[in-house]
């Protein structure tokens, strides 16, 4: 009976502190960071230091969203602007299609219905949310020469002001959240969930479960009752591939309250394969905030992307 107790203490001794829980779960530090285990993470001998330096340097979400830029896809897009009751002020519901030729990529309307006040003048959008959605979802023109490369395709707000640096820095926000982002006024800091500086603030827990026939490790963090004004990212849920360590799926809450601006936004992605590329099948946005000189916006989103198609990319 000592011979398979043995490598278990030893993993217990490179994992760090453990107390039991009452419901057979178990916690551990690593680094600065307590992390309950689920008893079957723990009977599966998870590498944990090892598993959150991959979520820490994880590309595969980003990934998953560059390798929009190079495949072909059908997405119907769902965007409603709310009024402060709920009822509907403006919405956009569409069919649109990206076709990938030679190296370039275009996106075709194929059905558009819009209600309210959801553009003004020549097809401009009236709210900063759709805007935001279009930058993210939608070609304008012909666009050439992209690639899915993670390496060199990191945000940057330079030489960006108004508009533009909004986008980027929503972008960063959204492809990156958990990851240090500089350039956003009172929160840069805030944001680098997985640091040990942010670890009194969440707790960190770690699960396994089928997610959408996949099984998958599910990483959890909540801040804590007491903390929110200390965190950006108040809950983030990861699903990641128990193989691969790819994202299947995430669920997170965003919100900071700047005085000059405010936001508080929940957002679910799924993703599915097509051949070897990973890539989002399912966008949900909720989101609410202000800006000052702007008025509040109240929008949802959601984006449902199918009809893969090939196109020149490196893998």
Same mark, same amino acid.
């Given at each position: ?29 690593? +680094? =600065?960071?307590? #992390? ?5 993470? /723990? ?5 944990? $230091? @090892? ?54 990529r275009r996106m075709e309307v194929l059905e558009e219905q819009v209600a309210g006040d959801y553009y003004v ?37 330079? +030489? =960006?002001?108004? #508009? ?5 820095? /929503? ?5 990156? $959240? @958990? ?48 903390q929110e004004g200390r965190a950006v990212v108040d809950e983030m849920t990861t699903w990641f591939n128990d ?43 909720? +989101? ?15 984006a449902t992307l199918f009809d893969f198609a090939p196109g020149h990319a490196t893998h």
């Amino acid at each position: 009976m000592i011979k398979p107790i043995v490598p278990f203490f030893i993993y217990i001794i490179f994992c760090g502190h453990i107390s039991a829980q009452n419901n057979n779960d178990t916690a551990i530090m690593v +680094g =600065k960071k307590i #992390i309950t285990l689920s008893e079957v993470v /723990l009977n599966n001998k998870l590498n944990v $230091p @090892g598993f959150i330096d991959r979520i820490k340097n994880d590309t595969t979400f980003y990934k998953a969203f560059l390798n929009l830029h190079v495949l072909g896809y059908t997405a119907i897009n769902d965007v409603r602007m709310l009024r402060k009751n709920g009822s509907s002020q403006a919405s956009c519901f569409s069919k649109t299609k990206q076709v990938v030729e030679h190296n370039c990529r275009r996106m075709e309307v194929l059905e558009e219905q819009v209600a309210g006040d959801y553009y003004v003048g020549d097809h401009q959008y009236n709210y900063y949310t759709a805007q935001m959605y279009a930058s993210l979802f939608f070609a304008t023109g012909t666009i050439c020469g992209e690639n899915n490369i993670v390496a060199g395709s990191q945000f940057s707000l330079e +030489g =960006k002001s108004g #508009i533009e640096k909004h986008k980027e820095q /929503l972008k960063m926000l959204f492809f990156n $959240p @958990g990851k240090r982002i500089k350039g956003l006024p009172f929160i840069s800091g805030k944001t680098a969930i997985y640091d040990d500086d942010m670890s009194d603030i969440y707790d960190m827990s770690i699960d396994m479960d089928d997610y959408n026939k996949t099984s998958c490790y599910i990483f959890t963090q909540k801040v804590k009752s007491g903390q929110e004004g200390r965190a950006v990212v108040d809950e983030m849920t990861t699903w990641f591939n128990d193989k691969t360590f790819e994202v299947v799926a995430r669920n997170y809450s965003l919100s900071y309250d700047a005085g000059v601006y405010d936001f508080k936004v929940k957002m679910e992605v799924q993703m599915t394969h097509f051949g070897n590329y990973l890539v989002p099948s399912l966008i949900r946005y909720n +989101g609410n905030w202000k800006a000052v000189f702007k008025k509040r916006e109240r929008g949802v989103f959601t984006a449902t992307l199918f009809d893969f198609a090939p196109g020149h990319a490196t893998h």
